[in-house]
């Protein structure tokens, strides 16, 4: 099994959709969690990190569920400008405080 | 602000042929990673650093690759002999690891090409 999954999509979604990806994790240890996103042939970047309350940054929420170890991302209102591939990323913590897991991928196009 | 700069940006090499890829980290970082992603595998770690020190060297594929932080403005990461399954895109990324925070920025890559 994978240490972190995620579906690889694609997802193709009309401009104004709502879209929502998932991920889950194997290491139940994990400390900390991300969503990067990742512009075709760039270089990844954070979108936003994932905290056990759940956290809204605009248009963009993530969801964490330690108990059943799965991350969620929902996009509301999708622009054009969010077509790309959105990285799941999960840091274990303790000995491997530094190593960060990333997961395939899923990739997204909004269309017009 | 300057991000992670990596050099050079493209290389094109033959099988045999020693590659070296640099990277300059964020100032002030304490932590530098270099990742490969390819279609097939996606985005792995190969080594890291922190405060100049390899840290996890558990994803370099083989001897073949080294990596190296002489000082905490530059690293290297060298492949000899290259083959051509080396072909991917290199990135370098840094970060300031504090607790369990570890943002890690990315720099611009370097597409590597192995005939």
């Known amino acids: 099994r994978k240490e972190v999954e995620q579906d690889p999509g694609p997802f193709n979604v009309p401009e104004g959709a709502t879209v929502a990806f998932n991920c889950t994790y194997s290491?139940?240890?994990?400390?900390?969690f991300f969503w990067y996103r990742q512009d075709c042939r760039k270089e990844p970047k954070l979108l936003m990190s994932?905290?056990?309350s759940g956290n809204e940054d605009g248009r963009f929420t993530a969801q964490l569920n330690r108990a059943s170890q799965y991350i969620s991302l929902l996009i509301r209102d999708s622009k054009l400008s969010d077509s790309a591939t959105y990285l799941c990323v999960v840091n274990a913590g303790g000995t491997s405080y530094g190593k960060l897991t990333f997961g395939q991928g899923t990739i997204l196009t909004v269309h017009p | 602000d300057a991000g992670v700069i990596q050099s050079p940006r493209h290389e094109v090499t033959e099988m045999g042929q020693e590659v070296t890829l640099r990277c300059k980290p964020i100032?002030?970082?304490?932590?530098l990673f270099w990742y490969r992603q390819t279609m097939m595998r996606g985005l792995e770690l190969l080594i890291y650093?922190?405060?100049?020190?390899?840290?996890?060297d558990s994803g370099m594929p083989e001897d073949r690759f080294s990596a190296k932080m002489p000082n905490a403005s530059f690293s290297t990461l060298k492949i000899q002999p290259s083959e051509p399954r080396d072909s991917a895109v290199y990135f370098c990324?840094?970060?300031?690891?504090?607790?369990?925070?570890?943002?890690?920025?990315f720099g611009p890559g370097t597409r590597l090409t192995v005939l």
């Open positions: 990324a840094s970060s300031l690891i504090s607790g369990a925070l570890n943002t890690q920025y």
């Open positions: 290491n139940s240890a994990s400390q900390s």
């Open positions: 650093f922190n405060n100049n020190v390899p840290i996890d």
């Open positions: 100032s002030g970082h304490n932590s």
């Open positions: 994932v905290y056990s």
